[in-house]
Nanobody, 121 residues
Framework: QVQLVESGGGLVQVGGSLRLSCAAS????????MGWFRQAPGKQREFVSR????????DYADSVKGRFTISRDNAKNTVYLQMNSLKPEDTAVYYC??????????????WGQGTQVTVSS
């Protein structure tokens, strides 16, 4: 079992930046692919980004490519999502997930409770 806790969400203006953090419990953090997903009201949960265990491989949804950066610090059991040039369509609850990898939510076994990101226009 892995406990995940997201933080760093909030209200930001268009063009602003936020950095989300996801703190994980357990001693196997470095083995997990970590993913970020988001869900806006009335929409399905969508893939945002992922990073492999060592941090050497990353992947992004086209909608955030060039604006968001995922990273991890295995010594701190933490994964980050740096979000720049935020747009109103980025407004959503952002979820951290741990699993075996992939861009589908089905590959992830553990999920955080989510953190709200609101981008005002």
């Amino acid at each position: 079992q892995v406990q995940l806790v997201e933080s760093g969400g909030g209200l930001v203006q268009v063009g602003g930046s936020l950095r989300l953090s996801c703190a994980a419990s357990g001693d196997t953090f470095r083995y997990y692919v970590m993913g970020w997903f988001r869900q806006a009201p009335g929409k399905q949960r969508e893939f945002v980004s992922r990073i492999n265990g060592s941090g050497g491989s990353t992947d992004y949804a086209d909608s955030v490519k060039g604006r968001f950066t995922i990273s991890r610090d295995n010594a701190k059991n933490t994964v980050y999502l740096q979000m720049n040039s935020l747009k109103p369509e980025d407004t959503a609850v952002y979820y951290c997930a741990a699993g075996l990898g992939g861009q589908s939510a089905s590959y992830y076994d553990y999920w955080g409770q989510g953190t709200q990101v609101t981008v005002s226009s």
